[in-house]
């Protein structure tokens, strides 16, 4: 069994504690309805002749487990594990008891075992799952062996024949394994996928929360810009006026020390960026550089070149792209997971024509697993050959949601995103990024973005306009 596979069927998230009460007790209702209606079928319209005592007294027992339940709980009561286990092996035992005493194996509702084993598998944890399984098939063999006949109208007993019975029991045990761990691994799955997708939420949110802010912030700044410059002004003008009533002046003096510290505090504050069309746009060096530079001073060295030069000398000859927060905590997220792996190097290469935009992220790390490339971009997958990396500040643990979040994020701008090694891709040089000579070693691990240039790359001439007047800043409904 792969690595995948077992990360999937022994994965021990899931949690039992979100099953209500309501639930379980609905289809306890429905299981009492169908039971019923099964033995009165069977007893008066075939003529089997059934114990009706024995089947009256144990759907009984469902229908007070269900009265007692509604009574003392809530029907909206959050179960706890043990609760929903409970609940569960009590629906196991009254169903074999059932089939028990209306021919065990004979009776063709002996499927239904499988039910309270599946739910299991998709509401509780490892542990009580296996125990619920190894009970069921335990009672099927007991069944097989300790059951009252099926007695027809005509008084003979209904049996199967010995090897069909021992089919049965052997299907019924490999469909209670099967069952089981399909449910199992779709629930999990599931489970990882939406506890991925609320990491991304809250990470586009905590970036859109940062945008507004310096949105806000700058549109402060350079609104108050002209107030605190014109009262500089007439404190400068007081000082002079005032030379000979220094008690005076000394005020007029505090007050255009405030006014400029006030001023360099809306320097300060500009630098976040404005609520207008400039900062809404910008050359696709300083925006690679805006996401990567938290993660510029980890000890490697981090390398941006456009059209094969380096960012600092391309001048004019790059694209301005939309600073937009997915792109930025995308790129953010590729470039550290890059740092995290790297030996020395991380390059990021930007090529740009008519029709698309490319961006490579490699480095000269140990390059992606082989056996995970296919399911690279999933939550919850350790995407490298070396699961954990130590750092200054601890231990890594590479868990896949970097990935994960970013290749979603990046996938609302438009992106296609690929995965490959260095070592996949020699002879396509048109989708390896070079090695530059720095670098200790060739690409390990690379990642391509492509966008369609319309999705992403904006007219430069209007990146060019004058700033203008900032646009108001809305609050949001």
Known sequence: MSEAARNYLFDMRARGDWVRLRTLVVLRWVAVIGQSMAVLIASQLLGFQLPLAYCALLISASVMVNLIAVTMFPV????????????????????????????????????????????????LRLQPTLLLGISAMGFVTLMANVHLPLIQADGTAMEVPELFRSGISAALAIGVVFLSLYARRVTVEGYAMSQALNATQVALAREQRLAAIGGLAAAAAHELGTPLATIKLVAAELVRELADRPELAEDALLIRAEAERCG????????SGRDDSHVKTAPISAVLEEAAGPHAGRGKRVILRIGGRLAAEAGDAQPSVRRTPEFIHGMRNLVQNAVDFAETTVWIDVDHDDGHLRIAVGDDGPGFSPELMPRLGEPYVSTRARGQRRHADGEYEGMGLGL???????????????????TDLRGRRAQVP????????PPGAIIELVWNAAEVVVDKAATRRALGPNAPVRRPL
């Open 434 to 441: 070079q090695t530059p000579p720095e670098a200790a070693r």
């Open 264 to 271: 360099g505090i809306m320097a300060d504050l500009s630098r």
């Open 404 to 422: 994960f979040i970013a290749r979603t994020l990046l996938a609302r701008t438009g992106a296609r995103i690929s995965f490959a090694n260095g």
């Open 76 to 123: 909206e009561t959050r179960l706890t594990e043990q609760g929903t286990w409970a609940s569960l092996m009590f629906d196991l035992v009254q169903l074999v008891a059932l089939l028990m005493v209306t021919g065990g194996l004979n009776n063709p509702f002996a499927l239904l075992i499988l039910a309270p084993v599946t739910i299991s598998a998709t509401a």
